[in-house]
């Protein structure tokens, strides 16, 4: 099955809060360290901004992850639960 690009934005998505979840930091706290607006950030998270080659460099960067991870397959492709997480952490 060819990937649409929604399918291919949505999974890059699912994929950073992955790695941003690996590293226990909060959307805000990734937003801060990649010097973007968590508005920007939460966008891209949830498959609802397309980013440039630019941006992927740099949240990799950010994450300390090569550029293709990003690209890798989300673990989960679960529906989203709408709300906030729990705090607990």
Do not use: C, N
């Amino acid at each position: 099955m060819r990937p649409t690009f929604a399918r291919v934005l949505d999974d890059l998505g699912r994929r950073l809060a992955e790695l941003r979840r690996v590293r226990d930091w909060t959307q805000a706290e990734a937003a801060e360290k990649a010097s973007m607006s968590e508005t920007d950030y939460r966008a891209i998270e949830h498959g609802r901004r397309a980013i440039t080659l630019r941006t992927a460099f740099h949240l990799a960067e950010t994450l300390g992850v090569p550029l293709r991870a990003l690209f890798d397959a989300p673990v989960s492709r679960e529906p989203r639960k709408p709300g906030r997480p729990s705090t607990a952490r």
